[in-house]
């Protein structure tokens, strides 16, 4: 079994390493991937601190999760492989970025007549619930009932969900346009590639594009991309089958992973999603496990 879309505290995560390592050796896990959010950081700490390869006897390949755009709508691209000392990582001051995406949201939230309490709705980069605006907006506003009616006129959401459902979604009043400090998607799959490693399009079924299984066609058959994430925790079976029969149809590699984050998506669990929703064996990956770096 394996999983290869997990994140630690080096991002949005809430595991340390050591604990990551310790559940993914209780659950037997093969092959792993620590995904961080533009973040090497839990490699780092690997090297700086040998002792705590020990805890998992599995495969760990060297990933990350980036993030691009495509036609302003947010996205990311799973780099696996890589040559973590190598790849340059687009550098964005993220706690201004958010400051000012939750301000549009806060006016967007007056205009609809929203209630939420000013003294709690900030950005803290040093408390876990407080680092992004979608996050901290979505929380916000699903603790008053007299949201509800409004929530349900312009889209229902959970505090995880909010980012995709509002935030990136340019039908929603929360849109907030940040594809203007994002890195371009050709100009990543090339940091990739000259880090040595692999670029998969990460859980492409999520996005809010209106025509997806377009979109996912155009983005696979024009882009330099050497694969795509097909199974996924919030992937329906359909969904599933059409992301594999892409890949097959554009040659191109199929990964998986249940995007766990510990505490901050609870409903997940590392190597089996959402009631057990997810198992991927490892013949999944044996096209090119042999093609990308591991520890």
């Given at each position: 079994?394996?999983?290869?879309?997990?994140?630690?505290?080096?991002?949005?995560?809430?595991?340390?390493?050591?604990?990551?390592?310790?559940?993914?050796?209780?659950?037997?896990?093969?092959?792993?991937?620590?995904?961080?959010?533009?973040?090497?950081?839990?490699?780092?700490?690997?090297?700086?601190?040998?002792?705590?390869?020990?805890?998992?006897?599995?495969?760990?390949?060297?990933?990350?999760?980036?993030?691009?755009?495509?036609?302003?709508?947010?996205?990311?691209?799973?780099?696996?492989?890589?040559?973590?000392?190598?790849?340059?990582?687009?550098?964005?001051?993220?706690?201004?970025?958010?400051?000012?995406?939750?301000?549009?949201?806060?006016?967007?939230?007056?205009?609809?007549?929203?209630?939420?309490?000013?003294?709690?709705?900030?950005?803290?980069?040093?408390?876990?619930?407080?680092?992004?605006?979608?996050?901290?907006?979505?929380?916000?506003?699903?603790?008053?009932?007299?949201?509800?009616?409004?929530?349900?006129?312009?889209?229902?959401?959970?505090?995880?969900?909010?980012?995709?459902?509002?935030?990136?979604?340019?039908?929603s009043p929360f849109y907030a346009d940040e594809t203007?400090?994002?890195?371009?998607?050709?100009?990543?799959?090339?940091?990739?590639?000259?880090?040595?490693?692999?670029?998969?399009?990460?859980?492409?079924?999520?996005?809010?594009?209106?025509?997806?299984?377009?979109?996912?066609?155009?983005?696979?058959?024009?882009?330099?991309?050497?694969?795509?994430?097909?199974?996924?925790?919030?992937?329906?079976?359909?969904?599933?089958?059409?992301?594999?029969?892409?890949?097959?149809?554009?040659?191109?590699?199929?990964?998986?992973?249940?995007?766990?984050?510990?505490?901050?998506?609870?409903?997940?669990?590392?190597?089996?999603?959402?009631?057990?929703?997810?198992?991927?064996?490892?013949?999944?990956?044996?096209?090119?496990?042999?093609?990308?770096?591991?520890?």
């Open positions: 079994m394996i999983d290869l879309h997990i994140h630690t505290n080096h991002s949005d995560g809430t595991d340390s390493v050591e604990e990551l390592l310790k559940k993914a050796e209780e659950k037997k896990l093969e092959v792993i991937s620590i995904t961080d959010h533009d973040s090497v950081g839990a490699y780092y700490e690997l090297e700086e601190k040998p002792h705590l390869r020990k805890f998992f006897s599995g495969k760990i390949i060297i990933g990350s999760e980036f993030k691009t755009c495509y036609k302003r709508v947010p996205i990311e691209i799973l780099g696996y492989g890589i040559d973590y000392k190598k790849i340059r990582i687009h550098e964005v001051d993220d706690e201004k970025m958010q400051k000012e995406i939750l301000e549009q949201m806060k006016q967007a939230a007056n205009k609809l007549g929203l209630v939420y309490d000013e003294s709690s709705t900030y950005i803290d980069r040093n408390d876990l619930t407080k680092q992004w605006a979608s996050f901290v907006m979505g929380t916000e506003l699903l603790k008053y009932e007299e949201n509800n009616n409004i929530i349900k006129e312009i889209g229902e959401f959970t505090p995880t969900s909010f980012f995709r459902v509002h935030q990136s979604n340019f039908d203007q400090d994002s890195i371009e998607i050709n100009e990543l799959i090339s940091r990739i590639h000259e880090a040595g490693g692999l670029a998969f399009l990460a859980h492409g079924y999520i996005y809010p594009f209106k025509n997806k299984d377009e979109i996912l066609e155009e983005i696979l058959s024009t882009t330099e991309l050497d694969g795509m994430e097909c199974i996924y925790t919030l992937f329906s079976e359909e969904e599933k089958q059409k992301a594999y029969n892409l890949c097959k149809k554009y040659n191109k590699y199929m990964s998986g992973g249940t995007d766990y984050h510990a505490k901050n998506k609870p409903t997940i669990e590392l190597g089996s999603g959402v009631n057990n929703n997810i198992k991927i064996d490892r013949e999944f990956i044996k096209s090119w496990e042999d093609k990308v770096r591991y520890i």
